[in-house]
T-cell receptor, first 114, second 110 residues
Framework: EPEVTQTPSHQVTQMGQEVILRCVPI?????FYWYRQILGQKVEFLVS????????KSEIFDDQFSVERPDGSNFTLKIRSTKLEDSAMYFC????????????FGSGTQLSVL | EDQVTQSPEALRLQEGESSSLNCSYT??????LFWYRQDPGKGPEFLFT???AGEEKEKERLKATLTKKESFLHITAPKPEDSATYLC???????????FGQGTELSVKP
């Protein structure tokens, strides 16, 4: 079965540094998402992306965050200046359509900001 | 505001002991209610989507049901490999995002 792949699986960074989290969605999917899960808390929506632009974003997704689809296969999440509270598991997901459609999640990138 | 609450937070069962997990939700225009399984250190794995009240879906030992206010995930004769966190999420008419509950951590002992 096709899957969403994320790299790296773990990322450790210093506060204030930039990080880029990478994802390869399923090839025939058109909608891409980032979610995050702080340890012990709910999975939270960050942003959705379709047709090379952001279609929806949460309050969490402020100016420090950006997303990009630099080529036909990768989907990235950039955090410009990391904060301690950005430490979380970040999940990439993709789907064929935007509604009524199951999301396929990757295994996540555990980001630790020191 | 769209909201999802799951109960119990944790559930310990003996192998073969059937039980149910609850997901209560409030959403403006339900497009779909989703159940996912999450193993430690992994991403959510899709189980079911339910679209309207009265709908039921089954997969092996799992059965999901839906009413206008809540969903149940029934586990019949569970096995240790069913141990995981089960997540409930809703999608409303405010877009494609999923709103997740906090999950129920299920532990099945042999």
């Amino acid at each position: 079965e096709p899957e969403v792949t994320q790299t790296p699986s773990h990322q450790v960074t210093q506060m204030g540094q930039e990080v880029i989290l990478r994802c390869v969605p399923i090839s025939n999917h058109l909608y891409f998402y980032w979610y995050r899960q702080i340890l012990g808390q709910k999975v939270e929506f960050l942003v959705s992306f379709y047709n090379n632009e952001i279609s929806e974003k949460s309050e969490i997704f402020d100016d420090q965050f950006s997303v990009e689809r630099p080529d036909g296969s990768n989907f990235t999440l950039k955090i410009r200046s990391t904060k301690l509270e950005d430490s979380a598991m970040y999940f990439c997901a993709s789907s064929r359509t935007s509604t009524n459609e199951k999301l396929f999640f990757g295994s996540g990138t555990q980001l630790s900001v020191l | 505001e769209d909201q999802v609450t799951q109960s119990p937070e944790a559930l310990r069962l003996q192998e073969g002991e059937s039980s149910s997990l609850n997901c209560s939700y409030t959403v403006s225009g339900l497009r779909g209610l989703f159940w996912y399984r999450q193993d430690p250190g992994k991403g959510p794995e899709f189980l079911f989507t339910l679209y309207s009240a009265g709908e039921e879906k089954e997969k092996e030992r799992l059965k999901a049901t839906l009413t206008k206010k809540e969903s149940f995930l029934h586990i019949t004769a569970p096995k240790p490999e069913d141990s995981a966190t089960y997540l409930c999420a809703v999608q409303g008419n405010q877009g494609g995002k999923l709103i997740f509950g906090q999950g129920t951590e299920l532990s099945v002992k042999p």
